[in-house]
């Protein structure tokens, strides 16, 4: 079992940026897969990012070449850094391990 917690939302402009923090309540340096979902108001949660033990990433189609998921094994920390946002980003996004979640953090791009 691990704890998430995820910072760095906000409310951005269109065209701007954001990076998304989920700090581990340990070592993930044994955590085959993390990732991040996000859902918006009315929809199913959906897939955004993940990244292996190994560093390979992979990304929903929507997000590739404007989202970039890195991890600090240093610091138990994954990251999700956002550029390029658009209104179609709003959502909460929420961070993932084993069978873990964070709690959410809200991300609004006005337009």
């Known amino acids: 079992q691990v704890q998430l917690v995820e910072s760095g939302g906000g409310l951005v402009q269109a065209g701007g940026s954001l990076r998304l923090s989920c700090a581990a309540s340990?070592?993930?340096?044994?955590?085959?897969?993390m990732g991040w979902y996000r859902q918006a108001p009315g929809k199913l949660r959906e897939f955004v990012a993940r990244i292996t033990r190994g560093g390979s990433t992979y990304y929903t189609d929507g997000v590739k070449g404007r989202f970039t998921i890195s991890r600090d094994n240093a610091t138990n920390t994954v990251y999700l850094q956002m550029n390029s946002l658009t209104p179609e980003d709003t959502a909460v996004y929420y961070c993932y391990a084993l069978d873990s979640w964070g709690q959410g953090t809200q991300v609004t791009v006005s337009s």
């Open positions: 340990r070592s993930i340096l044994s955590l085959s897969v």
